[in-house]
């Protein structure tokens, strides 16, 4: 029998939980409905749910409805749950409340505004559900900055197994859309992503999702708008696969940054992203690590180096790209990157067998990669295979240069017949060559 739950929140002593259980199985209404309409906070009422309803139960943000969100989420330890979300969940522009209150996810002082996590858990949205960052706050916020210590990521995925996320979309994310970390088979399927500013403020750090210390992710079937990457693998990442992916105007999908602190060496292997489509992207299948000594990047939030490592096994195959600015890219001194070059050659992260095959379409200028391996770390096992990129005014039978491949410390870079790498290497990748062009070369 279904009763109807009108529970003070202890955590909240102001606001009235709205939930109807049945059993296990909890069904959430917004506040507004009992509030003539006005937008009230619903954080109480979710996390009634999935205190009731966590375990051997399901959660469903009932269709149709409008959800405010005002304060953290911390919804982990789920086991054998099923969360449907069907209507939008829409997160408050409280800058202040935000920055002070998102929960810590202890990778590069970053924080979250819902800590999601357990075994053999379900999210769908049945390409209903909705999550709603109001980002526009965030990008007029941060002012083309990045990493701002306590701007939160939307969702993480922290600490948990078996986990299926399937026909959400994600619009104007505060900062990451999603972060998986500490996790192992995850599967996000049937994603739409889309994070656009409507001024002259940047998007920057709005990334599809970010893999860190997990194994066995995989994504299939997204689309991505957005001013970051479009799905990025971070240090201690192994099995993660791609496939069916279009990104718009994002980094795409970048291995790194890896090797930032010595006390924690990164591994990452066995990553295959394919079958994708990349628009007006800065970099489509590349790779970025720190130095190797210690340095503080007076450009930006970061700062770090001499870490360790190695990055192996990785393919990116099938990948047409439109107008993309440097197609291919390796740098090992990501920081520095058109800065001082004393400490690019540094890096003890091992890159090694590295394969792109069928990358086809546009540069936007005429260097279609640039591979610059450490001097202290040569990269043995590189390929090129069936790799044919023009320049955009090249495609337009526009005068143009040739269409360059830079390189630099390739194991076998020149060498020929069966132990030939297929990098028609034309021109010497400098350490410090920079992510992103502004010209041609």
């Given at each position: 029998?279904?009763?109807?739950?009108?529970?003070?929140?202890?955590?909240?002593?102001?606001?009235?939980?709205?939930?109807?259980?049945?059993?296990?199985?909890?069904?959430?209404?917004?506040?507004?409905?009992?509030?003539?309409?006005?937008?009230?906070?619903?954080?109480?009422?979710?996390?009634?749910?999935?205190?009731?309803?966590?375990?051997?139960?399901?959660?469903?943000?009932?269709?149709?409805?409008?959800?405010?969100?005002?304060?953290?989420?911390?919804?982990?330890?789920?086991?054998?749950?099923?969360?449907?979300?069907?209507?939008?969940?829409?997160?408050?522009?409280?800058?202040?409340?935000?920055?002070?209150?998102?929960?810590?996810?202890?990778?590069?002082?970053?924080?979250?505004?819902?800590?999601?996590?357990?075994?053999?858990?379900?999210?769908?949205?049945?390409?209903?559900?909705?999550?709603?960052?109001?980002?526009?706050?965030?990008?007029?916020?941060?002012?083309?900055?990045?990493?701002?210590?306590?701007?939160?990521?939307?969702?993480?995925?922290?600490?948990?197994s078996n986990v299926l996320v399937d026909s959400?979309?994600?619009?104007?994310?505060?900062?990451?859309?999603?972060?998986v970390s500490h996790s192992s088979n995850v599967?996000?399927?049937?994603?739409?992503?889309?994070?656009?500013?409507?001024?002259?403020?940047?998007?920057?750090?709005?990334?599809?999702?970010?893999?860190?210390?997990?194994?066995?992710?995989?994504?299939?079937?997204?689309?991505?708008?957005?001013?970051?990457?479009?799905?990025?693998?971070?240090?201690?990442?192994?099995?993660?696969?791609?496939?069916?992916?279009?990104?718009?105007?994002?980094?795409?999908?970048?291995?790194?940054?890896?090797?930032?602190?010595?006390?924690?060496?990164?591994?990452?292997?066995?990553?295959?992203?394919?079958?994708?489509?990349?628009?007006?992207?800065?970099?489509?299948?590349?790779?970025?690590?720190?130095?190797?000594?210690?340095?503080?990047?007076?450009?930006?939030?970061?700062?770090?180096?001499?870490?360790?490592?190695?990055?192996?096994?990785?393919?990116?195959?099938?990948?047409?790209?439109?107008?993309?600015?440097?197609?291919?890219?390796?740098?090992?001194?990501?920081?520095?990157?058109?800065?001082?070059?004393?400490?690019?050659?540094?890096?003890?992260?091992?890159?090694?067998?590295?394969?792109?095959?069928?990358?086809?379409?546009?540069?936007?200028?005429?260097?279609?990669?640039?591979?610059?391996?450490?001097?202290?770390?040569?990269?043995?096992?590189?390929?090129?295979?069936?790799?044919?990129?023009?320049?955009?005014?090249?495609?337009?039978?526009?005068?143009?240069?040739?269409?360059?491949?830079?390189?630099?410390?390739?194991?076998?870079?020149?060498?020929?017949?069966?132990?030939?790498?297929?990098?028609?290497?034309?021109?010497?990748?400098?350490?410090?060559?920079?992510?992103?062009?502004?010209?041609?070369?």
């Open positions: 029998m279904f009763s109807a739950l009108w529970l003070l929140a202890a955590a909240v002593p102001s606001a009235v939980a709205y939930v109807v259980n049945n059993g296990t199985d909890c069904y959430v209404y917004p506040e507004s409905l009992v509030n003539d309409g006005e937008p009230t906070d619903d954080t109480p009422s979710v996390l009634q749910a999935f205190q009731l309803c966590g375990v051997n139960g399901s959660i469903t943000m009932t269709e149709g409805n409008h959800f405010y969100i005002d304060q953290v989420m911390n919804t982990t330890n789920l086991e054998n749950c099923n969360v449907n979300i069907l209507g939008e969940m829409e997160w408050s522009t409280d800058v202040p409340y935000w920055l002070s209150h998102s929960l810590p996810v202890v990778y590069a002082n970053l924080s979250t505004a819902w800590l999601f996590g357990g075994t053999n858990v379900t999210i769908r949205g049945y390409s209903k559900g909705l999550f709603n960052g109001n980002g526009q706050t965030w990008y007029d916020e941060n002012m083309g900055q990045g990493n701002q210590p306590g701007r939160p990521i939307a969702i993480t995925i922290y600490n948990s959400m979309t994600w619009t104007q994310s505060q900062f990451w859309n999603s972060f599967t996000m399927s049937n994603i739409f992503m889309n994070s656009t500013s409507d001024d002259g403020n940047d998007t920057v750090n709005t990334d599809g999702c970010d893999t860190w210390n997990s194994r066995d992710v995989s994504f299939y079937n997204w689309t991505v708008t957005g001013g970051d990457d479009c799905i990025s693998v971070k240090g201690n990442s192994t099995n993660v696969y791609g496939r069916n992916i279009t990104c718009y105007g994002t980094g795409a999908f970048p291995i790194g940054s890896v090797g930032q602190f010595p006390e924690t060496p990164d591994y990452v292997e066995n990553v295959l992203f394919e079958d994708a489509l990349l628009v007006d992207a800065s970099n489509t299948a590349w790779i970025k690590t720190w130095q190797g000594s210690g340095e503080s990047n007076a450009g930006g939030s970061d700062a770090g180096g001499g870490g360790s490592g190695y990055v192996r096994n990785v393919t990116w195959r099938n990948m047409v790209n439109v107008n993309v600015n440097q197609p291919i890219y390796v740098t090992q001194c990501i920081y520095n990157s058109g800065e001082a070059d004393s400490v690019c050659d540094t890096s003890t992260v091992q890159i090694s067998d590295i394969t792109w095959q069928n990358i086809t379409g546009t540069s936007r200028y005429d260097v279609a990669g640039s591979i610059h391996c450490s001097a202290s770390r040569p990269c043995p096992g590189l390929k090129f295979i069936d790799v044919n990129i023009t320049s955009v005014n090249a495609s337009m039978g526009l005068p143009t240069p040739p269409e360059l491949y830079l390189c630099a410390n390739i194991v076998g870079q020149n060498a020929t017949g069966a132990n030939s790498t297929g990098i028609p290497c034309n021109g010497f990748a400098p350490n410090n060559f920079p992510q992103q062009l502004t010209m041609n070369y």
